[in-house]
């Protein structure tokens, strides 16, 4: 038996893995399968039955959570991935993994010390006779908290 149930938390994230942090996905608007290459330069989409002469990554994050009560991993796809990435697209980090290694380190730090309200759909599911919980992000807003801080000349000491 499947049961969905969603949750909301407020937090910031603690770790984005690096590895397999995208998959190359055929490039038709309507379509996020993964395409495989056809070894003539060309990719492969098996749900579109077509070759293409290109590719588009889709991102795929792996994440760790982090509040006072614990951490959880949670993955997070497309426009939801690229919320965390500061909208950097997969593309663009993969010719950064292959051209400048300082810009996409960078790229997986442009969360650090920004709080997001996210929204988790945790299902649970049965594979190879275990019974696991998947929690996949649905939606996530930035959480712009005001200035705490109070300058000498607005009456602070």
């Known amino acids: 038996e499947t049961i969905v149930k969603y949750v909301e ?54 994440a760790t959570l982090q509040d006072d009560t614990g951490s959880t991993w949670v993955t997070a796809f497309g426009d939801q991935a690229l919320l965390l990435m500061d909208g950097l697209s997969a593309d663009a980090l993969e010719r950064f993994q292959n051209e400048d290694l300082d810009k996409f380190d960078h790229a997986f730090q442009a969360t650090q010390g920004k709080k997001f309200k996210f929204t988790i759909r945790l299902k649970s599911e049965e594979y190879q006779e275990q019974k696991r919980v998947r929690p996949i992000v649905v939606k996530i807003e930035e959480i712009h908290e005001p200035d705490t801080a109070v300058s000498a000349a607005e009456g602070g000491v």
């Open 9 to 62: 938390i407020t937090t910031g994230v603690e770790f984005i893995k690096r590895e397999s942090a995208w998959y190359p996905a055929c490039p038709k608007n309507d379509c996020n399968t993964k395409v495989i290459p056809d070894g003539q330069g060309g990719y492969r989409c098996e749900k579109c039955d077509q070759t293409h002469s290109s590719k588009t990554n889709r991102y795929v994050l792996q």
